[in-house]
C-alpha cells in the first residue's frame, strides 16, 4: 500500500509551464520566495482537497498537458479507491525546493518546479497507521500552479483501463444519440461528486417540418437547438443540426453541449436575471454571463472527450471558426441585453478557455 499511495500522490506531481522560459534573464526576473510560497499555498490547497476526497475539483486543478492525457474518469476513479484503500488522512508539507522537473509520463522537462516534500497518514496493509514521506512536483502554467496526475505511461494506461476507457470518435455512428449519451454519462459523473443532484434532461428531437409545443414557446423551423427550464428539455431540430454539420461534423456536438450545459447550470441553481434586473444575489447572473459559461463547459466536455480519443483533429478549430464567423451577436445587441450570447470573438475565447483549463476556467466549480 505504501507503494501504490507513493505512486498516486506522485501521480498528483502538481504542474507544468506550457512552455520553456526564454533565457536567463527571466530566470533572473523571477521572486523565488514568492513562488515558493505560492506553490506551497497551491500544494496545500490541493491535499487538503485529497484528504476532503474532492477528487473531482481537483481534476478542475489539472495542467492541460495532463488533461489531454488523463480522462476525468480515469483520476478520480483513482484517487477514489485509493484513498479509500489506505484511509489516507490530510497531508502535511515539510519542504519546497525550486528545480528542474521532468514528467515520467511523456518525458516533457519543466525548468522551473517546485519540489514538495510532504508526510501523510495512512493505513497499511497490518491495519497500522503509518505515515508517508514523499515528493511532488508543481509547475506554473498561465499564471497558475496546476497538477499532473501519473508518475509513468503505464501508470496512466492502467487508471483509464481501470476507470476510464478511451472510445472511437464521439462523430461516428448516429451523432445526435451519440452525443446526447455522453453528455449524460459525463455529467452525471461530474455532478456526483458533488452535493448536486443530476437528473437527465428529456430531449426532443425535432423533425424535419415539424412545430412542437414547449413550455418556452413552440420550437419552429431554424432554432438549431435550445434548452427550455420550465420542462428541463433539450429541443434539437435534426435538419439544422445535419446542415451545420456538413461543414464539420463535430459542430452540431458543440451546439447540443452548449444547451447541456444550460441544463446543468439550472441544476446547480444559476439564474439568468430579466429584462432591465440587475443580479443581486450569487445565483443570478446576466444572460451573456451564463451564455458564455455554457461556451466554456462545452470547451471543458470537449476537453474531456480529447482525453478519451474521441475527439478528431480540427474539432476544435472548426468549432471555433463557426463560432466566430457565425454564432456571434450582431453589433446592435447591448453586451447586457437579456438575450446577449457574446460577440464570436468572446464566445471563441470561452471555448478555448474550457477546452485548456476544463471548467477551472469556466468560473464553475463543480
Not at 420550437?219 to 437547438?225: E, R, V
Amino acid at each position: 500500500m505504501r507503494f501504490l499511495l507513493s505512486v498516486f500522490m506522485v501521480t498528483m506531481t502538481l504542474l507544468a509551464p506550457v512552455a520553456a522560459l526564454p533565457g536567463a534573464a527571466q530566470e533572473q526576473e523571477r521572486d523565488v520566495n514568492r513562488d515558493r510560497a505560492n506553490a506551497a499555498a497551491t500544494a496545500t490547497e490541493i491535499l487538503r482537497m485529497a484528504s476532503e476526497r474532492k477528487f473531482n475539483t481537483m481534476y478542475d486543478y489539472m495542467h492541460p498537458d495532463a488533461m489531454a492525457v488523463v480522462p476525468r474518469a480515469a483520476a478520480v476513479g483513482t484517487f477514489t479507491d485509493v484513498y479509500a484503500e489506505a484511509q489516507a488522512g490530510q497531508a502535511q508539507i515539510t519542504g519546497v525546493e525550486m528545480t528542474p522537473w521532468t514528467w515520467g509520463v511523456t518525458g516533457a522537462r519543466y525548468p522551473y518546479a517546485a519540489r514538495i516534500s510532504f508526510i501523510q497518514p495512512f493505513v497499511d496493509e497490518n491495519n497500522q497507521q503509518t505515515w508517508l514521506e514523499d515528493d511532488m512536483y508543481l509547475v506554473e502554467s498561465g499564471g497558475e500552479w496546476r497538477w499532473f496526475f501519473g508518475s509513468s505511461a503505464e501508470t496512466v494506461q492502467q487508471a483509464i483501463e481501470t476507470y476510464g476507457q478511451r472510445s472511437q470518435p464521439i462523430t461516428e455512428g448516429d451523432l445526435i444519440q451519440s452525443v446526447v449519451d455522453d453528455l449524460d454519462a459525463f455529467y452525471a459523473d461530474v455532478l456526483s461528486y458533488t452535493p448536486n443532484p443530476y437528473y437527465s434532461p428529456r430531449v426532443v428531437l425535432v423533425a424535419p417540418g415539424d412545430r412542437v409545443g414547449t413550455a418556452c414557446g413552440p420550437a419552429t423551423p431554424g432554432f438549431y437547438a435550445f434548452y427550455c427550464p420550465p420542462d428541463e428539455s433539450i429541443y434539437l431540430e435534426e435538419a439544422k443540426l445535419m446542415e451545420i454539420g456538413q461543414t464539420d461534423d463535430f459542430i452540431p456536438a458543440f451546439v447540443i453541449a452548449h444547451e447541456w450545459a444550460h441544463h446543468v447550470q439550472d441544476a446547480v441553481g444559476l439564474e439568468r436575471v430579466g429584462p432591465g434586473e440587475r443580479p443581486d444575489s450569487w445565483e443570478e447572473v446576466y444572460s451573456i454571463e451564463l451564455e458564455l459559461m455554457a461556451d466554456c463547459m462545452s470547451g471543458a466536455w470537449a476537453l474531456d472527450l480529447d482525453s478519451r480519443g474521441a475527439l478528431e483533429t480540427d474539432d476544435i478549430d472548426a468549432t471555433i471558426d463557426f463560432t466566430v464567423n457565425t454564432l456571434g451577436d450582431p453589433g446592435f445587441i447591448a453586451e447586457y441585453d437579456p438575450q446577449a450570447h457574446g460577440t464570436g470573438a468572446q464566445r471563441s475565447q470561452s471555448i478555448l478557455l474550457g477546452y485548456s483549463d476544463g471548467f477551472l476556467g469556466c468560473n464553475i466549480v463543480i
